[in-house]
């Protein structure tokens, strides 16, 4: 595919930073944005992949198929009956981010910077990550026969470490639960070391979650929904979809934007407890023990960029509560969506929120569903018993019961 | 969509059996096989959906959207390059099953058997399953509000058990590891008390597996592989991938066929080993313990009938030692693909294959990956042990041995 030259901008300065440069973040931790260099009018090509319809949006200087695993590509479907009943949603339609090939919406992101590290001849990836992104990123770096390294916080999940690792990956845990603190100390000494680095809110990660918006405007057949939620943790998944949104209002797909809904653990809650208390940077929670393990950033690099975005463009917010997590992860479940707790939490959020009348019955939403249940069993432990092992010759009366009841 | 009308034959007898019967097989245990009515000159239309396009080749009586939870729809890639050398093919791609609902395949004929069963007004569905079939039924159930039981022998997996429940399906765990002699023992059970059970080749089932391979022909743009390799348990998705190809070439889509690679377990391999010895009848298989827990159908039912379209039309099997099938697994999550091993056992069987010249290296090949790895984590519980925790004071000496090593 034709590719186009791109630059680097901070979003605060408007200043040019070297696109390969090791730091995520420009001077001063501003935020850092792809832009496309010299005349830009996109138009949508023909082609069975999206990379291929959607190449003008498409900056980085190196093409993403050649690391692909399948990523992206993933169904919109309209929630299930109980969905929309437990959410008061009419028109509920949920984006199954669990179809990727790790079975999260980080693949979409993984591949950018893989991509863009084999053109740098960096043979390997890190990253910093509670269990997601790093299996992302080691399945990714297999695939192309690199090196991943992932440094992870204590509380990360173990299953998850546990199969970054079967992908061949390096794991250094570190003995802190403080995934923010963890990120501070370490950027300096990976610049000093001259290791790169990706994290969730990399800039360059942000451009495969743009992909993410293509599909849906082409599934929704041109609609914008009125409000898309996401789960949010270092902010990089939500700002990816609303840029993709906001390139097709720039290049005239679109005539509106949609609103955002930011979601997050009321236990560790620094963006969405300064959005809705309409503060201008994000709140440093504790580090947390939430049932959202995927969500755990508690002082986000960049938060504030993102609050500004936020407040400029009216996003909601919403917190949800352990106990709420819990009954959103069974409501999912009883709807036939398995999601991990930290995915589930976006159906308590959309309840509270039409709840409190602050979206409509009948508006469109967009849920995305961000990762797999089987990734993450630490619910699972507590749901189910030993089973009872039932004779054979008692097989007909349990039929007969289970005739009589349904 | 519009819908058209279908007939249940028998393979052997050619007879006409009743739609809404209760038993999946026919009289002598013959495979039941759907068909259309009257004349049958199918197009492709247009349409964002598998179903829309190629709804002519949709027979039963009612649409399958009402059920669905975005089953199919899933990416073909090409294969890793560690997997290309580890099978000595080239042109090696993988249809990724992994990225549906319940991440496995069995979504793809679940939803038809759910959508008939609101037809017939029985509000559950039954199977009997090692687990993934389990999940499956259990999620459709859940999403259509209908109940769920699930009767499985206690060689099942207890992961997927657990995640069956949590959808709220009724477990019966019955006391025998043979899992064929379980199917044969419920079956007049079922059927005197008027219970419709979907197991693994049921007719309906294998409609919907048809689709994965209208998706694979539209996505290898009108080339036919010369073979598709499919891990094997009871047989109904590899006929139903079959079939898909045997209509596409009755239609006049494709003027050849592919040739089916039958895969199973050393340790239970009833078809395979009749196909490579030539015998009519499938062999009976003790109840094994294998590491591909979800191929232990002993003694499939059907299994002659599949024999002899094997025969007829030249299809190759291949057998895979629990060693070989710890290295597949190994190779393909060192590939970047985490497939449990029941999926992984593929990739083993071709690299015999490819070596014993039964698979010329320039063949293309589709690998049917059918499950995800973190629906079976027994594997991964000798394959990784408690980590380290590194103190933060010790991170910079970590990264400088990172360095120094990529």
Redesign the interface.
């Known amino acids: 595919m034709k590719l186009r030259r791109a630059r680097l901008v901070g979003l605060r300065s408007g200043k040019e930073y070297d696109l390969a440069r090791l730091e995520e973040w420009g001077e001063g931790g501003e935020t850092l944005d792809l832009q496309p260099v010299g005349e830009w009018s996109p138009v949508r090509h023909r082609g ?1 992949s999206i990379y291929e319809r959607f190449r003008d949006f498409w900056y980085l200087p190196v093409e993403p198929q050649q690391c ?3 990523e992206g ?5 309209k929630a ?3 969905l929309k009943h437990y959410t008061g949603l009419d028109r509920l339609y ?1 984006k ?1 981010e ?6 999260s919406f980080k693949d979409r992101g993984t591949v950018a910077c893989c991509a863009l590290a084999r053109q740098y001849g960096e ?2 990836l ?1 990253t910093v990550s509670t269990g997601n992104m790093g299996q992302s990123v080691a ?7 690199m ?1 991943a ?1 992932i ?1 992870t916080p ?1 509380t990360a999940a173990k ?1 998850k ?3 970054a ?4 990956a ?7 639960d403080d995934l923010c603190r ?1 990120k501070h ?2 950027s300096p ?2 610049t ?4 790169r680095i990706t994290s969730g809110a990399n800039p360059f990660r942000v451009e495969g979650y743009k992909f993410e918006s293509f599909e849906m405007w ?2 929704l ?1 041109g609609i914008v929904p009125d409000f898309i939620a996401v789960p949010t943790s270092a902010g990089g998944h939500i700002r990816g979809i609303f840029k993709g949104w906001q390139e097709l209002e720039a290049s005239g797909f679109v005539e509106s934007l949609p609103t955002m809904v930011l979601v997050q653990p009321a236990e560790n809650a620094p963006l969405a407890a300064a959005l809705s208390a309409d503060l201008p940077e994000p709140i440093t929670f504790p580090p947390a023990r939430t049932l959202a393990s995927a969500l755990t950033s508690n002082d986000p690099p960049g938060g504030t960029d993102l609050l500004n975005i936020a407040k400029y463009y009216g996003w909601l917010a919403s917190d949800v509560s352990e106990d709420g997590i819990r009954e959103g992860w069974h409501v999912a ?6 999601l991990e707790p930290s995915s589930a939490i976006i159906f308590p959020a959309l309840k509270q929120l039409t709840a409190h009348g602050k979206l409509p019955r009948e508006a469109t939403v967009v849920a995305v569903m961000t990762g ?4 993450d ?1 630490t619910v ?1 432990k507590g ?2 018993e030993d ?6 010759e008692d ?2 009366t ?3 019961r ?2 009589a ?2």
């Open positions: 069975t692909s695993l399948g590509h993933t169904p919109l479907i299930p009956p109980a949920l199954n669990t179809a990727n090939p790790t079975w043979n390997y890190a399945a990714y770096a297999a695939r192309c026969g090196k390294l440094i204590a299953e470490l546990c199969s690792s079967l992908y061949g390096t794991i250094l845990q570190v003995a802190t963890l100390e370490i000494l990976a000093k070391h001259g290791l082409e599934q057949e479940s009883r709807s036939g969506l398995w797999a249940g089987p990734k069993n699972l749901a189910t089973l009872e092992k039932v004779p054979l097989l007909e349990r039929i007969a289970f005739m009841n349904w």
